[in-house]
């Protein structure tokens, strides 16, 4: 495509109102979740028909559509599937303090969890890094046990 054929992009400043959309919360998975956090596990659910292994875990396989209820536990560490670096606001100024949030497939799940990555410097965060979820000394089995992830 050459210069003459790119389209212009185009921004426009408005508001979408939320309330117009039917939201489906699926809970289990995530109770199920907080709950191996208060040992400081991560717990998941592995399907018994194709082997899937979700963390967090939901009520049914994603690929089989069937319900599963096999809780499994999977480590706390694994790779940085895809990251994302806060260098600005939405206005586009920097930012005093950069954060990097990532996408980590822990060792032994299928699925992946967001969260931010504790790092000094962003430019060192790969795909493929390694890296380990952090918890609390005392949990409480709720979401705000998660400190952050830390690269191991």
């Known amino acids: 495509m050459d210069k003459k054929e790119r389209k212009e992009t185009r921004q426009t400043k408005d508001s979408l109102d939320m309330s117009l959309f039917k939201w489906r919360i699926e809970a289990d998975g995530l109770e199920l979740l907080v709950q191996g956090f208060k040992e400081k596990k991560v717990l998941g659910r592995k399907c018994h028909k194709c082997g ?68 000094d410097d962003w430019k060192k965060v790969y795909v493929g890094m390694p890296a380990e979820l952090v918890l609390r000394e005392e949990t409480n089995g709720t979401l705000a046990d998660i400190v952050c992830f830390r690269p191991i």
């Not at 499994?72 to 940085?80: A, D, M, Q, T, Y």
């Not at 920097?94 to 790092?119: H, R, T």
């Open 52 to 119: 899937t292994v979700y963390a967090p875990g939901p009520s049914f396989c994603r690929k089989c559509l069937i319900d599963i209820q096999d809780v499994v536990e999977v480590s706390r560490k694994g790779k940085i599937a895809c990251y994302t670096v806060g260098l600005a606001d939405v206005r586009g100024n920097p930012v005093e303090e950069i954060s990097v949030s990532v996408q980590v497939k822990f060792d032994g799940a299928d699925s992946w969890m967001l969260g931010n990555l504790e790092i």
